[in-house]
């Protein structure tokens, strides 16, 4: 298992981790067959969406923020309810194929880590 | 493949099922590598979520019905498309690292059988 | 890795791929384990929910369209900022459980790509 440390630089903020996933795959010596990425926090997660156009991510984080907002009925006493459906929304993992060694993407695709609670000094888990 | 037998208590009702799984893994025989949780119902899903204040499961839960109501503009004879919706936003299965035989967890994550159209008699599949 | 191609046939369509990715295991010699069906679009995503009945998945796309609208605050000039949303809401892997060659899925499963900017010309990767 690899661990990627990262570093927030929001509340919210969506960081690209494709080239450090794909690094790690490489010293994992993964050749053939899939990885899993693992997020071991609850107010952050992962997805695999747009790598190109950077409004995509600020699109994605304001509407995810509209439809649960930071404010609301919530009773958990750190106030950061929100944070915690988010990842769930997003969810904890995804599974990637490798072929010859690297990750087997769609042309637009890159790997995010979903920061929801931040800034914070956070961790992405990688193993087979 | 091992099999869990879970018995839910609300219509939503969010059972953590962390220390049941951690005993298949062991059952399984899994040393190095990771397993799937699987959920074979289409208004049940599964999370990772936080462990600890079970006020966040319920601002989770109170959070998804105020998402996707009840009622609402649905067809579908049963009257449970709520529930459907939830099962998909919240996805039918995790993967989860394992090394040395114990479930690869962050501090405050557990993993939560998320029933949407309870009360019933449900399962979890986990596999390799 | 097996390629499955698909048409879509509107802005959002739901298809069922069950049989397509059952074949698929078969072609790739899974017989005990576990497999992966990866989505390398980021505009379109996979989902596990109802096969029986149609109205399931007339009102999963009609309630997403409410929780994610087609119009809104958005930047990405591509104008198609909620169908990457509802693509990462969705999901862009499912993960299945194989015994004997067949799919462990429960009685009312189905495996459905979920396009969310079509009609275009998509694929499936299924991989171990």
Known sequence: MKVLSISTGGRTD??????????????????????????????????INENADPDVVRDLTTALERLVPWRGDYRHGEGNSAAHLKASLMGSSVRVLVSAGRLQLGTWQGLFFCEFDGP???EAWIGV
Chains 1, 2, 3 share one sequence.
């Not at 790690?24 to 990885?35: D, F, I, T």
């Open 14 to 47: 969506f960081i690209n981790i494709t080239a450090r996933v794909q690094a790690a795959a490489r010293e994992l010596g993964v050749g053939e067959g899939s990885l899993t990425v693992f997020i071991p926090h609850t107010t952050a997660g992962i997805t």
């Open 120 to 122: 914070r000094q956070r």
